[in-house]
């Protein structure tokens, strides 16, 4: 089966650093993405990893291990308005599954002033 | 205006009725999609669309049907509602450059079947 698992909550503190990981098991990999979903949003788009190593993006980094089928989201200078939840999805599957995105169950972030 | 939307974005309806949810965007992007959302599950896909003459089953279509009515319009169908498709949906739409490809998602129809 196919799936991926990311820790189902993280507290931080404002102002701090906080990794979010997520390992995956899937038939085929194209790629390891992150969301960022706020309570009654629409998720939107945060990064986009296809090789290994680390893309910054402002305050947030992705980073994949394509050798152990491992990534994570870090969030630096955390501020109130991060508290969201965050979901990884993999593209993966073949080319008869259009590769499509599988989807973590998200790793609810809560922040403390 | 937004560039995906949904309507209605909240709908209460009762076991075995028919239900549509529609989805619009003026991205201009060719692919489209249908996720469902339940508590703890993250996003699970019911179908998708790479253009107007072609349809995809995702992973849960059993119970739901889809329509492409135009590359900007693509509408989910629950023909006979019941209460374990109560959930959040949303539909979500992606150029058709490259594999990495962003999803853009439309704000989500809440639906309860009673």
């Known amino acids: 089966g196919q799936s991926l698992e990311q820790p189902s909550e993280v507290t931080a503190v404002e102002g701090a650093i906080v990794q979010i990981n997520c390992t995956y098991q899937?038939?085929?990999?194209?790629?390891l993405s992150w969301y960022q979903q706020h309570d009654g949003g629409a998720p939107t788009f945060l990064s986009y990893?296809?090789l290994d190593g680390l893309e910054e993006t402002g305050r947030f980094s992705s980073f994949l291990s394509r050798s152990d089928s491992y990534g994570y989201l870090l969030l630096q200078e955390l501020q109130m308005k991060d508290s969201a939840s965050y979901f990884c999805?993999?593209?993966?599957?073949?080319?008869?599954?259009?590769?499509?995105?599988?989807w973590g169950a998200g790793t609810k972030l809560i922040i403390k002033p | 205006d937004a560039d995906v939307t949904q309507t209605p974005r909240n709908r209460i309806t009762k076991t075995g009725k028919r239900i549509m949810l529609e989805c619009s965007q003026t991205?201009?992007?060719?692919?489209m999609y249908w996720y469902r959302q339940d508590p703890g599950l993250g996003l699970r896909l019911i179908y998708y669309?790479?253009?107007?003459?072609?349809?995809n089953k995702g992973e849960i279509s059993d119970g739901y049907s889809v329509s492409r009515q135009a590359q900007a319009k693509f509408s989910l169908s629950l023909e006979s509602a019941i209460p374990n498709q109560t959930a959040l949906y949303f539909c979500?739409?992606?150029?058709?450059?490259?594999?990495?490809?962003?999803?853009?998602f439309g704000p989500g129809t809440r639906l309860t079947v009673l």
């Open positions: 991205k201009g992007h060719d692919r």
């Open positions: 979500a739409t992606s150029d058709s450059g490259g594999i990495g490809n962003e999803q853009f």
């Open positions: 999805a993999v593209r993966g599957g073949s080319m008869d599954s259009n590769y499509q995105l599988i």
């Open positions: 899937t038939s085929g990999f194209y790629g």
């Open positions: 990893n296809a």
């Open positions: 669309s790479f253009d107007v003459k072609d349809i």
